[in-house]
């Protein structure tokens, strides 16, 4: 049972700048690391340049690290599996993984996808149970991680969370190193949420930067934000305090203030007037909250949780409202306490 012995050969699914990281980070702790894609063509041109120009450009491949398009030897051949698919595609990969035989006793699956579902409005380690199996191997990574941050060596935290402490201390120390300290928790849902909302409250500060706002406007999004991320996380379930940790306001204060932040610049941009439409297009990698905004704000409506700056990023991405009449009636709304 892979609970009893050491992990030695990881496969990380998805090849976009987190998995690529994530990738590279584990292979240069001399661990056998195969990073899977889903487009074989792309997956050649990684393996003769041997880096990822679309997502990771400039960080070469450690030589331990292997590249495939083959799903099925990726998930038999490894212990570890490390999910890092956007959410959007996550359950057609999961449903992909399904139909491969292997044994659920002998793997390990983390999620590291920091987003939701969003037709069944579920968190990703929920669909990742749906698909194979509630007694499954599983913990969540989240955290205050620009992955070039990462991957060049910067010192970063991150938290994993599992409901099984041994699978958490597990995967924290096939992680954690001189550079990228991990620390454990046990609260999925609220993990998972905290990496999942701030997207959304980053994509409300972009906003207000190309508005040209300043910093009493960004600090008063980013704090009314935790607020919304407490409510919705109490109602299903998570701990308040994580909430004051790593992937809570610390996921959402880098991802709110980091010029490499893809949600914030595309708040940025929708600040200064284009189109959701036009931003996605000239995008090559994911801006999560641009889809997670539609879910939260149907999840939330669907728990009666106020959520008025998510109404808002909402109303901007999905009805066209104008960003500056979005944070006028944002202002403008009933006085109430703290």
């Known amino acids: 049972m892979i609970l009893s012995r ?9 090849d976009g700048g987190w998995g690529t990281t994530l ?37 070469r491949f450690p030589a331990s690290l292997t590249l495939t398009d083959k799903l099925n030897s990726a998930i038999k051949e490894n212990d570890l599996i490390v999910f890092a698919i956007p959410s959007k595609f996550a359950a057609s990969i999961l449903k992909k993984i399904k139909k491969i035989k292997f044994d659920p006793s002998e793997k390990i699956f983390l999620s590291v996808t920091k987003g939701m579902d969003h037709s069944k409005l579920m968190r990703i380690s929920e669909v990742i149970k749906k698909e194979l199996g509630q007694n499954i191997h599983l913990a969540v990574l989240s955290g205050p991680t620009i992955a070039i941050e990462v991957v060049k060596g910067i010192p970063s935290t991150a938290v994993v969370a599992s409901n099984n402490l041994k699978i958490a201390k597990k995967i924290q120390a096939v992680f954690n ?8 928790n046990y609260d999925v849902v609220g993990v998972e949420m905290g990496g999942t909302i701030k997207n959304i ?96 704000h149907k999840l939330s ?30 202002m403008g709304r009933k006085m109430k306490s703290e």
């Open 6 to 14: 050491p992990i030695k050969k990881i496969a990380v699914i998805g």
């Open 23 to 59: 990738a590279v980070h584990l292979a240069k702790k001399n661990y056998a690391v195969t990073l899977w894609g889903p487009f074989p063509g792309y997956i050649r041109v990684m393996k003769q340049n041997r880096y990822n120009a679309k997502f990771l450009p400039g960080i």
């Open 177 to 184: 190193s001189d550079t990228f300290r991990i620390y454990t």
């Open 201 to 296: 409250i980053a994509l409300a500060c972009g906003v207000c930067d190309g508005l040209g706002f300043g910093s009493n406007t960004k600090s008063a999004i980013l704090t009314r934000g935790l607020a919304e991320m407490v409510r919705l996380g109490k109602a299903l379930g998570a701990k308040t305090k994580t909430f004051s940790g790593l992937s809570g306001l610390g996921d959402l204060v880098t991802t709110c203030f980091s010029p490499q932040s893809r949600n914030r610049s595309v708040g940025e941009q929708l600040g200064k007037g284009k189109t959701i439409d036009r931003i996605l297009a000239e995008m090559e990698m994911v801006a999560e909250g641009v889809e997670t905004a539609k879910a939260i």
């Open 301 to 330: 409506r669907k728990l009666n949780v106020s959520m008025p700056i998510t109404t808002e990023v909402y109303n901007i991405i999905y009805k066209r409202k104008k960003p500056s009449q979005a944070v006028s009636d944002l």
